[in-house]
């Protein structure tokens, strides 16, 4: 699945009445396009202190589009750390919570009182410690629109924020396997450490 991504940056002066009419110009243009859409702009949100401190917790807002006539669900959406730091040169991909709701807009997710929590993560591709991509799912009904929201920055507040993720998968090198298995909730796989070097599948029927 293809994704284009465009930034739109709002400063903390900006406001709200002048960022909409431009998201909105490049949500009309980027509905007709055949892949998924995001547009991102960024706003500070002030978690505690007086208006003159420095915020602890800011968001991005991005709009994710499915233009075609398909139910997404659980549809993955990976964003380079790289384009988000071109909006926002402070933001820590390892320190972020992802929420949405069913706003479609800006005005209606200003509205918005109840989110829920995307399941998430980040990940360092290449191994030098520097995450490169902020990974979530999401569920879209045909040709839907909806606003996400990552909120990062300090990190003992984002992780009071971030629900607990069940553990869903493990993994095991025993003699009692001959060489390695390792499960998720629908399947197991084993492969022998032997000369026979094949690999065993089994279904669940169960978690």
């Not at 996400?148 to 998968?169: C, F, M, N, W």
């Amino acid at each position: 699945m293809h994704f284009e991504v465009e930034f739109a940056k709002a400063s903390s002066k900006t406001q709200l009445t002048d960022v909409i009419p431009m998201l909105s110009r490049l949500r009309n243009k980027l509905l007709d396009a055949k892949c998924f859409t995001i547009l991102i702009c960024s706003f500070l949100l002030l978690m505690t202190g007086t208006g003159m401190a420095a915020p602890r917790i800011k968001v991005l807002k991005l709009s994710i589009t499915n233009p075609t006539n398909e139910a997404r669900l659980n549809e993955d959406v990976v964003i380079s750390v790289a384009e988000l730091k071109r909006i926002a040169p402070d933001f820590k991909a390892g320190d972020a919570i992802v929420t949405t709701s069913d706003a479609s807009t800006l005005e209606e997710d200003a509205r918005t009182l109840q989110t829920v929590e995307l399941p998430s993560q980040a990940d360092d591709l290449d191994g030098d410690n520097k995450y490169d991509e902020l990974v979530f799912q999401i569920d879209l009904k045909p040709t839907q629109t909806r606003i996400v929201t990552i909120a990062y920055g300090d990190a003992a507040t984002i992780q009071r924020l971030r629900s607990e993720y069940p553990k869903r998968t493990a993994a095991k090198f025993t003699m009692k396997f001959d060489g390695l298995g390792w499960e998720s909730e629908a399947n197991a796989w084993r492969i022998y450490f032997d000369k026979r070097n094949a690999i065993d599948i089994w279904g669940k029927r169960r978690p």
